[in-house]
C-alpha cells in the first residue's frame, strides 16, 4: 500500500498515511485535529549534484523519472 504524505492546515504538521490507490484522492485525516487535509505531492526523485555543479536527475538521460533508483517498475534498466 502506496505510502502518502498530508499537511493539516490548523496543525501546520506534515503527516504520513498508508492509502489504498483507490483512495489516493481523498483528504485523511489529521491525527491531531483530525480535520481532513489535503495530500501534498511527495518529491520521489532523486537529484544528485554534478561536478560542474548541476542538479541532475540520476534516473535521467532517457531513464524512468517516475521510479526509483535501484529499480525501476517501468521495465527500464537503471
Ligand atoms: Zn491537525
Sequence with gaps: MPLYEYLCD???IKFEMLRPMSR???DAPCPDCSQMS???LSVFASFSIGGSGEVTPLAGGG???GC???GCAC???V
Design 63 to 65: 531513464g524512468c523519472l
Design 75 to 77: 521495465g527500464r534498466s
Design 10 to 12: 490548523s496543525c501546520d
Design 68 to 70: 526509483g533508483p535501484g
Design 24 to 26: 489516493v484522492t481523498e
Design 38 to 40: 489535503p495530500r501534498v
